[in-house]
């Protein structure tokens, strides 16, 4: 059975940091990615890996502040946040899936995580 546990999620001030982590049991997947959503908002695109292209790939409210990375002998993966602002205050998710291209559309993953809370306060 899959399963995806997300850990690391709280409640910081604007400017520190925060790692979330996500351990992934039962496969492995050639995509993992990051979504977060925020109360009244759609779910917004965050982060992913892709291994199958070696690539990484940043929403725009991000890049440069985030980072994406992912231990293979743990079968985890890491989101880095720095200079954490406010908006950045949602519930984050962790997802996983399978496939080729860009894998920054969350209606292509399949398997989901329960989500971890974080919150920035001003």
């Known amino acids: 059975q899959v399963q995806l546990v997300e850990s690391g999620g709280g409640l910081v001030q604007a400017g520190d940091s925060l790692r979330l982590s996500c351990a992934a049991s039962?496969?492995?997947?050639?995509?993992m990615g990051w979504f977060r959503q925020a109360p009244g908002l759609e779910r917004e695109f965050v982060a992913a890996m892709s291994w199958s292209a070696g690539s990484t790939y940043y929403g725009d409210s991000v890049k440069g502040r985030f980072t994406i990375s992912r231990d293979n002998a743990k079968n985890t993966v890491y989101l880095q946040m720095n200079s954490l602002k406010p908006e950045d205050t949602a519930v984050y998710y962790c997802a996983a899936k399978n496939g080729w291209g860009r894998p920054i559309y969350s209606d292509e993953y399949n398997y989901w995580g329960q989500g971890t809370q974080v919150t920035v306060s001003s």
């Open positions: 039962g496969r492995t997947f050639s995509n």
